[in-house]
């Protein structure tokens, strides 16, 4: 790949993004998840960043964010969702909009719809990953479309503070 990007997306820490992992080598967690952005100190002429990797599945080593990614993720999306209707409502009531106008609304819609539909799988409890944190190159984000709402969902900073006690008493035998 030689066309790379100069600048890369920032992305704060507690984002939530959605990851494309690959193919995976024996237990290597692998395919489309969402995953945390753990980087304090992101910019956009880094090329990587270091995540944990999102589950629907409970196990050990795993840490419980119940509902919170898909709760905001449903608020983003009704948001955007009541938003479009109500331009396309409108313009079909004042019929001004010329038929290529209206065209790109109902593609607009039916793009946001796509997501909508997407994520509808997603409405479990989440589980951080803990011993799966890795490094990825930002060419392995993915977003569906421009209404995707990975991304801009972002976790607390309690949140966050708990993830960070969860990896020290993972790898550094802390807080036992």
């Known amino acids: ?30 395919n489309i998840h969402f995953a945390i952005v753990l980087d304090k100190k992101d910019s956009p002429n880094k090329k990587t960043l270091t995540v944990l990797p999102l589950t629907s599945k409970q196990n050990s080593n ?12 449903t608020t983003i999306l009704n948001a955007q969702m009541e938003s479009l209707s109500n331009r396309l409502k409108k313009a079909s009531k004042e019929n001004k909009l010329a038929n290529q106008e209206r065209k790109n609304l109902q593609n607009d819609f039916n793009d946001l719809q796509k997501v909508v539909n997407t994520f509808k799988a997603y409405d479990k409890n989440s589980y951080v990953r803990v011993s799966d944190i890795t490094t990825i190159s930002k060419l392995r984000i993915e977003r569906i479309n421009k209404y995707d709402p990975s991304g801009k969902i972002r976790l607390s900073s309690q949140q966050m503070a708990l993830i960070s006690r969860e990896l020290l008493k993972l790898y550094l035998n802390k807080f036992d």
């Open 62 to 73: 795993r840490f419980s964010l119940g509902r919170e990614v898909f709760s905001q993720t």
């Open 1 to 30: 790949m030689t066309n790379l990007p100069k600048r890369y997306y920032y992305y704060r820490r507690g984002t939530v993004i959605r990851v494309n992992f690959g193919t995976n080598l024996g237990s290597e967690f692998s």
